[in-house]
């Protein structure tokens, strides 16, 4: 089945204290990219990668960091969480051509930081 | 600065009547778009999109219209029904970041009641 895979899809963590969000895709997909939720603001992207070791910032990266060293796997980064950060996030893959833009989620990642 | 608006944030629409959702924006430079609907607890699903070079692309109870003077775009669903209650975002991308940037509204939660 073709999917996009995160992990964990809820977490709650103090300020500070490093985590990852894992990304994993099955479809064989060039381009992946983050986005997270937040109410009133719908979503927005945090980075994007086209490629393997190709990554871009996307609207809000600030305190993200993202890698691509397998085509597969996109993890998100928090080096230091701050409550600002608790949202729901979602990764998100898309095969080419590229102007189809659709996109395929994950179930999402909600994160809550204390 | 939202580049792409969903000024309603509910709608509520009988079943068997039609649902239209609205979307406005800002950047000339977007010409491709697309609608995407979420349930809750599940990642967004791409439902259908359309060119600037068209001003209509349907697709089934989907239809959606494109009027590029105006900035403005807007999904017809008909005739409604109860499984379409869910949360329906406006997104758009342009030719000139490869379509690697996609900009979506804030939603807009319909509610099909039997």
């Known amino acids: 089945e073709a999917q996009v895979t995160q992990n964990p899809r809820y977490l709650i963590t103090v300020t500070g204290k490093k985590l990852t969000v894992t990304c994993s895709q099955n479809?064989?997909?060039?381009?992946m990219s983050w986005y997270r939720q937040d109410p009133g603001l719908g979503l927005r992207q945090i980075y994007y990668s086209m490629n393997v070791e190709v990554t871009d910032k996307g609207d809000v990266p600030e305190g993200y960091k993202v890698s691509r060293k397998e085509k597969r796997n996109f993890p998100l980064i928090l080096e230091s969480p701050s409550p600002n950060q608790t949202s729901l996030y979602f990764c998100a893959s898309r095969g080419q051509p590229a102007n189809t833009g659709e996109l395929f989620f994950g179930e999402g990642s909600r994160l809550t930081v204390l | 600065d939202q580049q792409v608006k969903q000024n309603s944030p509910s709608l509520s629409v009988q079943e068997g009547r039609i649902s239209i959702l609205n979307c406005d924006y800002t950047n000339s430079m977007f010409d491709y778009f697309l609608w995407y609907k979420k349930y809750p607890a599940e990642g967004p699903t791409f439902l259908i999109s359309?060119?600037?070079?068209?001003d209509k692309n349907e697709d089934g109870r989907f239809t959606v219209f494109l009027n590029k003077s105006a900035k403005h775009l807007s999904l017809h669903i008909v005739p409604s029904q109860p499984g379409d209650s869910a949360v329906y975002f406006c997104a758009a991308s342009a030719r000139n970041t490869g379509f690697q940037k996609l900009v979506f509204g804030t939603g807009t939660r319909l509610l099909v009641s039997p």
């Open positions: 479809m064989n997909h060039e381009y």
């Open positions: 359309i060119s600037s070079i068209k």
